[in-house]
């Protein structure tokens, strides 16, 4: 992807410059037309130059605190002692698909979606049973420091789809399988749309 804006900028060269050159064998004005398409052309180049270097910044790279300012992943939080159905309708309301069980301060498992269906309903449990009996268990955790790639590893290597956050055993927030791939491909998408707006534009 780092070499699109560049590809890009010489295709807008050639389409610009074509015109001007060609001016030059038929119109009287083909010096004014000739420094229009070189203005235009270092506009494209100097905008392409920009893009080009704003993609030097590989948002795998960043650590999860960034992604952490910009979404503030919300950790939903229920008490061991909370029953299944409870922490079903927390998830419902919250429109989140795993809450972390937080004892005190510390963090000692996660419930997802997936807990429900194949340690709850499939076994064919009470909804009032407590969710400390069916949660997963000290579950993998990751730092702020922690970079978007090792996450995007982590939930691939280990087949999970949510990773809490903690620092100095504190919860900070909930990442997902999904919040760590929109923060890769959002910025590829705002390249693309601003190219197109350059072309448009132009």
């Not at 949660?135 to 999970?160: D, F, L, S």
């Amino acid at each position: 992807m780092k070499k699109f804006p560049t590809q890009s900028a010489i295709a807008a060269c050639a389409l610009l410059i074509s015109p001007a050159v060609l001016a030059g064998h038929a119109d009287p004005a083909a010096p004014i037309n000739i420094l229009v398409g070189v203005g235009f052309v270092g506009l494209i180049l100097v905008v392409a130059a920009g893009v080009y270097f704003a993609r030097t910044r590989d948002p795998k790279a960043e650590p999860l605190a960034t992604v952490l300012q910009e979404q503030h992943p919300d950790p939903h939080a229920v008490g061991p002692q909370t029953s299944v159905q409870d922490c079903v309708r927390k998830m419902n309301d919250e429109k989140s698909g795993a809450v972390i069980i937080i004892d005190g301060e510390k963090l000692v498992g996660i419930f997802s979606e997936r807990d429900a269906l194949s340690r709850v309903l499939a076994a064919g449990l009470d909804p009032a049973t407590q969710v400390t009996e069916v949660m997963t268990k000290n579950p993998t955790v990751i730092t702020p420091e922690t970079k978007v790639e090792e996450a995007m590893q982590i939930v691939t290597e280990q087949h999970i789809r949510h990773l809490p956050i903690v620092q100095d055993g504190k919860v900070l927030g909930l990442v997902t399988s999904a919040d760590l791939t929109h923060w890769v491909v959002k910025d590829e998408a705002k390249e693309i749309q601003h190219l197109v707006d350059i072309v448009e534009g132009a």
